[in-house]
């Protein structure tokens, strides 16, 4: 439920209504927009059916939320959120591309990179150190000593690094290291490890549960908000579906979806969502033009000798080139880029 109050409604009448929110064991989250202020009412709702808060002043109107998430939704929070990240903003028109290594190999490996990536025009640097790997005997990942490196990357390029946590040890490690937590698709409804990644307070990037809908994405989102952490980005990976041309399907279609039922910015993997190098250019395209807050891609030295998600990962020079392609597109569209 939510409360619409009037425009330039008064301070008295805000808290009034927020005092009679809480006093019935509620919580009442306050947004302030250029317009107008916004209540959101989180908790058992039918604790305030027999209240009339449309008489109270300065009230416009009461609006029933039907889906389950309300910090996520944009019915709560009109105005699109902007999450800060080291330097960098995501969200509000700008367009953010992350890239990086799928793994941290080596300090070496990682610091090319992020030197490649930044000279292309990339704004945050990512590199798995917890890899959640299909196989077991597959590369598992360098665990702290990779965190260590991308702190590395950071400290030498300026470039703000995102790592994927896995564990809540993988959280207590990388909070000592990194700007931005991520949680991958595997782990998008490991319900306790979203609880702990928004206890830290952290930009949390929300990667797309391999079968999840949008509605179980957002209501993975509200986890981490709910924890008092709203610095949360959303990311399309790609789902599962009966095409197996592509590793996934991308759902571009996720892109207008989220900016219509929420405030959280959006980003696209084309890497992952396809896992084949040439169809990580197109899809990119394809993102921006459709309104996308950003783009995750995957580069690496030498993909042919990586350690983890070679065939789609693009050597420095194909990122150089899609970069340069995507500016005339984000001219066009007035994105900052
Ligand atoms: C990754 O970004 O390295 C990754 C494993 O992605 P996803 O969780 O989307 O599969
Ligand atoms: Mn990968």
């Known amino acids: 439920m939510i409360i619409v109050m009037k425009p330039r409604a008064k301070?008295?009448?805000?808290?009034?209504?927020?005092?009679?929110i809480e006093s019935h064991g509620l919580d009442a989250h306050i947004s302030t927009g250029k317009q107008v202020t916004i209540i959101g009412v989180v908790g058992d709702?039918?604790?305030l059916q027999d209240l009339n808060l449309e008489i109270y002043e300065d009230v416009e109107k009461i609006v029933?939320?039907?889906?389950?998430?309300?910090?996520?939704?944009?019915?709560?929070?009109?105005?699109p959120s902007v999450v800060t990240v080291g330097n960098v903003k995501i969200g509000g028109g700008n367009f953010v591309i992350f890239s990086g290594p799928c793994a941290v190999e080596s300090k070496d490996q990682l610091l090319a990179t992020a030197h490649a990536i930044k000279k292309a025009g990339a704004h945050i640097l990512r590199g798995g150190a917890y890899k959640p790997r299909t196989s077991p005997y597959s590369f598992q990942g360098l665990e702290e000593e990779g965190l260590k490196f991308m702190k590395e990357a950071r400290d030498e390029t300026g470039l703000p690094?995102?790592?994927?946590?896995?564990?809540?040890?993988?959280?207590?490690?990388?909070i000592k290291y990194v700007d931005?937590?991520?949680?991958?698709?595997?782990?998008?409804?490991?319900?306790?490890?979203?609880?702990?990644?928004?206890?830290?307070?952290?930009?949390?990037?929300?990667?797309?549960?391999?079968?999840a809908t949008i509605d179980e994405w957002?209501?993975?989102a509200e986890y981490i908000i709910a924890e008092g952490n709203p610095n949360v980005v959303l990311c399309e990976r790609g789902i599962r579906?009966?095409?197996?041309?592509?590793?996934?399907?991308?759902d571009i279609s996720a892109i207008p979806v989220i900016k219509e039922k929420s405030h959280l910015p959006i980003i696209v993997d084309p890497s992952h969502a396809t896992g084949v190098r040439a169809y990580v250019k197109p899809l990119a395209k394809g993102a921006l033009a459709t309104g996308a807050d950003g783009l995750?891609?995957?580069?690496?030295?030498?993909?042919?000798?990586?350690?983890?998600?070679?065939?789609?990962s693009l050597t420095f020079e194909q990122f150089e080139n899609l970069t340069n392609e995507l500016k005339p597109i984000a001219d066009l569209i007035d994105r900052k880029l």
Do not use: W
């Open 45 to 47: 709702k039918s604790k």
């Open 161 to 174: 690094v995102v790592c994927e946590v896995t564990s809540l040890n993988a959280i207590e490690a990388a």
């Open 11 to 20: 301070q008295d009448s805000i808290l009034r209504i927020k005092n009679i």
């Open 64 to 79: 029933a939320v039907t889906e389950s998430y309300k910090l996520a939704n944009k019915k709560f929070h009109p105005d």
């Open 296 to 312: 995750m891609i995957e580069t690496h030295p030498n993909p042919s000798c990586a350690l983890s998600d070679g065939p789609q």
């Open 218 to 220: 957002l209501n993975a």
């Open 180 to 211: 931005m937590l991520q949680i991958g698709a595997r782990n998008m409804q490991n319900f306790y490890l979203l609880k702990e990644a928004g206890k830290t307070g952290l930009p949390v990037l929300l990667k797309r549960g391999l079968s």
């Open 241 to 250: 579906t009966f095409e197996t041309a592509t590793r996934n399907t991308l």
